[in-house]
C-alpha cells in the first residue's frame, strides 16, 4: 500500500506564497498521474492541478498563471508552488496519486490532507 503525506500549509496574508509537498511512500511499483485537490468549507472537492508522470501539466482555470505543480520521480514526490494567494483559495488541500500495486492493479489513493488559509 501507498502511503501519502502532505505538508507545506498554513496561514498566509493575500498576496503571499506558499509551497505544498506531498510524499509518497510503501510498497508499489509505480506511481502514475499526481494531483492536487483542494475543498473549501461546505464545498465540493475540486482538482486544483494535476502532472502526469513524464510531466504534463493541467490547472483549474481559477489558479493558472498563480500555481504550479511540480514533480521529483526520484523521490516519488509531488510540489505545489501557490503564487498570489487570494482568500478564496483557503482550502484544505488534498494530495492524489494512481498507483500501481506490485501486483499490477492500479488504484487511486489521497493523503490526509494540509489547510491552507488565505487572510485578507
Known amino acids: 500500500q501507498v502511503q501519502l503525506v502532505e505538508s507545506g500549509g498554513g496561514l498566509v496574508q493575500a498576496g503571499g506564497s506558499l509551497r505544498l509537498s506531498c510524499v509518497a511512500s510503501?510498497?508499489?511499483?509505480?506511481?502514475?498521474?499526481m494531483a492536487w485537490h483542494r475543498q473549501a468549507p461546505g464545498k465540493q472537492r475540486d482538482l486544483v492541478a494535476a502532472?502526469?508522470?513524464?510531466?504534463?501539466?493541467n490547472y483549474a482555470d481559477s489558479v493558472k498563471g498563480r500555481f504550479t505543480i511540480s514533480r521529483d520521480n526520484a523521490k516519488n514526490t509531488i510540489y505545489l508552488r501557490m503564487n498570489s494567494l487570494k482568500p478564496e483559495d483557503t482550502a484544505v488541500y488534498y494530495c492524489?496519486?494512481?498507483?500501481?500495486?506490485?501486483?499490477?492493479?492500479?488504484?487511486?489513493?489521497w493523503g490526509q490532507g494540509t489547510q491552507v488559509t488565505v487572510s485578507s
Open positions: 492524489n496519486a494512481g498507483v500501481t500495486s506490485r501486483g499490477n492493479y492500479a488504484y487511486s489513493r
Open positions: 510503501g510498497s508499489f511499483l509505480s506511481i502514475n498521474g
Open positions: 502532472i502526469t508522470s513524464s510531466g504534463r501539466t
